[in-house]
């Protein structure tokens, strides 16, 4: 089904063909424009998300005084239920950071105001109003969760508590552990460039199918975060690190570009991909990844890690090209994420998708109340059987 048009998605978009870079827009923004126009925690900063989550649920670019009114409603509605500490306790603390955020949400699924409202009979030109409701409340209890599964699993089970004083992404990084300002921007910055990226990604997808059948928002998000979770989609840059990591292990950090060219070559004739190049629609270099590696050239031009990511940006896309069979030869945002987070000392791999999930939080739970608003049906596909196909092929054969 890859470029079958069959949804609606208003809160970004994606163009392979954009003739002026970047291809993806946050309603009709691109990324650098967002981070020209969207208040920030401080004069040229990175945007907060709390702007990122105005524009997406509404089209308009807000106020720094509205950004802040949504950091103060976050707040005030981001007490999590004993419950749900419960729930996760009772996974081994060697259960994937995934499985146990997964758990966490379906926990938190009842105190949703969807569920209730629709049990007495809503009618339908309402169900908007608690589906706002239960996405405003889950957005602003993720971090919370999420903190505290890094914490539990990695940190001995010693929690730092919520900052008021902070917004949502600096908050998040304070409760995982983090007090550096230049690691709160970092989250600032990725948690607004991961919230969302078009409608027919697998995460994405998935909350807009499952809350088609009416499903709550916790039931929908849930049910993305476990797509999300799978290698194919949320793994990706912890994959991308790994095989860095592999690289800087086998030939060194300060290499020719002849010898990583080898290095290259040799990953590819052993049957594998170079992990963070490439993209399923973008037919250019990932915005996202532009806008990181600006990041990092501004914050750790120096760091070695920092330069071999720069280094395969000269190196891997002629030897793609040159291979014939790759539409997109260009790094996409899987990367330069991982080595972004390592410098800063959140080196744990396999929580990285946490990250993503709870910034992806903002853009679908956004476009999940305008599928309410706009009444937009149950999404039912025709399938086929290989008899179906088979016999369709010989009519069409012989015709």
């Known amino acids: 089904m890859r470029g079958i048009k069959g949804m609606l998605w208003e809160t970004s978009l994606l163009d392979p063909d954009e003739a002026r870079p970047p291809g993806i827009r946050f309603r009709g923004l691109s990324i650098p424009e967002c981070q020209a126009k969207l208040p920030a925690a401080k004069k040229g900063g990175e945007p907060l998300p709390e702007g990122f989550l105005w524009l997406l649920a509404t089209g308009e670019v807000p106020t720094k005084e509205q950004v802040d009114a949504v950091t103060a409603d976050l707040q005030s509605r981001s007490k999590v239920p004993g419950h749900v500490f419960d729930v996760i306790n009772a996974l081994p603390k060697t259960a994937h950071p995934m499985t146990q955020l997964t758990a966490g949400i379906m926990a938190l699924q009842t105190q949703s105001e969807f569920a209730k409202a629709y049990e007495t009979g809503l009618n339908k030109t309402k ?11 889950l957005i602003s209890r993720l971090p919370e969760v999420a903190a505290y599964i890094y914490r539990r699993i990695y940190k001995g089970g010693e929690l730092h508590g919520a900052d008021p004083n902070l917004d949502y992404a600096a908050n998040f990084a304070h409760m995982l552990g983090f007090q550096d300002d230049i690691m709160h921007e970092l989250m600032r910055l990725y948690i607004s460039i991961h919230s969302d990226h078009e409608g027919g990604n697998v995460s994405a997808h998935t909350v807009h199918l499952v809350g088609s059948a009416l499903s709550d928002p916790y039931l929908s998000f849930a049910a993305g975060i476990n797509g999300l979770a799978g290698p194919l989609h949320g793994l990706a840059n912890q994959e991308v690190l ?38 399923a629609v973008l037919r250019k270099t990932d915005p996202r990844y532009i806008c990181q590696r600006e990041f990092a050239l501004k914050h750790l031009p120096n760091d070695p890690m920092f330069k071999m990511v720069s280094k395969l940006y000269e190196v891997v896309p002629p030897i793609l090209l040159a291979g014939g069979k790759v539409k997109n ?7 330069h994420s991982g080595v972004l987070l390592q410098y800063f000392g959140l080196t744990e791999q396999n929580y990285y998708t ?25 999404e039912r596909p025709k399938s086929m059987t ?14």
């Open 127 to 137: 169900y908007w109003e608690p589906t706002y409701e239960d996405a405003m409340n």
């Open 242 to 279: 790994r095989w860095i990591q592999e690289v800087v292990a086998e030939i060194g950090s300060d290499v020719t570009p002849e010898q990583l060219a080898d290095y290259v070559h040799k990953t590819l004739k052993s049957g594998k991909v170079v992990p963070g190049f490439g993209h």
């Open 329 to 335: 030869p260009y790094p996409n945002v899987d990367a």
């Open 354 to 378: 946490v990250l993503f999930g709870v910034a992806r939080s903002l853009g679908v739970l956004s476009q999940l109340i305008w599928d309410r608003a706009l009444g937009l049906p149950i």
């Open 386 to 399: 290989f008899e179906y196909i088979e016999n369709y092929c010989k009519s069409k054969a012989t015709a």
